[in-house]
């Protein structure tokens, strides 16, 4: 997508991930289990298939792409929904497993390849596309965008890249004052007192 796009893009996602989307997991739990590998072992799948990886990993790189900072891939974000869905209840991953497979099938009856095989043009097109009910080629294409934009932003934005990198999380940080609100329309507000003669 064009540079422009993606900054705004990237810039909306921040706000959405700083209100605190719904979490699928423990809310304890700030990185996502990527950083659990033991040392020298190479990351596997727990609950999708091979193909469903590739797919959710290109899909949410769309979503979050590299710029200036880790896009989604980089910050491992499929690992993440990989192991939030072997984790989460049996309709949640029943409910996934089945919008993906409706994606991917339905990306290679129209373009007669995988998602993750298409030019980035193209992927943004079909994303695009199915990010609008008025313009999804079925119900279950909308429902899977708004799937993965939702575990994707939940994903990125608990991984080190997102946290650190992209919010410049500093951790807890000791600070000798806090300045508050500076805007002059909000100095001067007051709470609003309680009318004595209203019952």
Known sequence: MPSDQSVSRREALQILAAAAALPLLDPGRLHHPSVQVPVGEAWQPQFLAPDDIETVAAVAERIIPRTETPGARDAAVHEYIDFALDRGE??????????????????????RAAFADLQQDRQDEILTALSDPATAAAPEGH????????LTIEGYYRSEAGMFEELGFAGNTFLTEFAGCAHPEHLAWRPARPDPGAE
């Open 143 to 150: 429902a899977f965008f708004v799937l993965m934009k939702e």
């Open 90 to 111: 049996a309709e949640a991953r029943e409910s996934f497993a089945t919008l993906v497979r409706w994606f991917e099938r339905h990306v290679r009856e129209a373009h």
